[in-house]
Nanobody, 124 residues
Framework: QVPLVESGGGSVQRGGSLKLSCVAS????????LAWFRQSPGNEREAVTT???????WYADSVKGRFTVSRDSAKNTLFLQMNNLEPEDTAMYYC??????????????????WGQGTQVTVSS
């Protein structure tokens, strides 16, 4: 089991900001894909953003322009800066990762190992 440990969730009002962090150790070899997923009650876990080892980034349309992902590979740490939060962003947020020989990071949740999640709640 590859450990991924998230932190930084909390409760904010609409328009507020939060920054999530994740220590993602144990991935070796090839392209280490890191990602943030989220899941709200009654919904499937969905990809929010992915980032490759060389920094290629993908965002879900719902968060483009509001969320920014970054990684510090030397410290095995992944970040998610979330600005202009909306009530629809309320969910459990999960850090995730996998190693691949492909240069592309899939948004398909079946590829990933998971952290325990951190709750983000946005009130109106």
């Amino acid at each position: 089991q590859v450990p991924l440990v998230e932190s930084g969730g909390g409760s904010v009002q609409r328009g507020g900001s939060l920054k999530l962090s994740c220590v993602a150790s144990g991935f070796t070899g090839g392209n280490v894909c890191l990602a943030w997923f989220r899941q709200s009650p009654g919904n499937e876990r969905e990809a929010v953003t992915t980032i490759t080892s060389d920094g290629t980034i993908w965002y879900a349309d719902s968060v483009k322009g509001r969320f920014t992902v970054s990684r510090d590979s030397a410290k095995n740490t992944l970040f998610l800066q979330m600005n202009n939060l909306e009530p629809e962003d309320t969910a459990m947020y999960y850090c995730a990762g996998y190693s691949t020989l492909r240069s592309y990071c899939s948004p398909d949740r079946h590829h990933y190992a998971w952290g325990q999640g951190t709750q983000v709640t946005v009130s109106s």
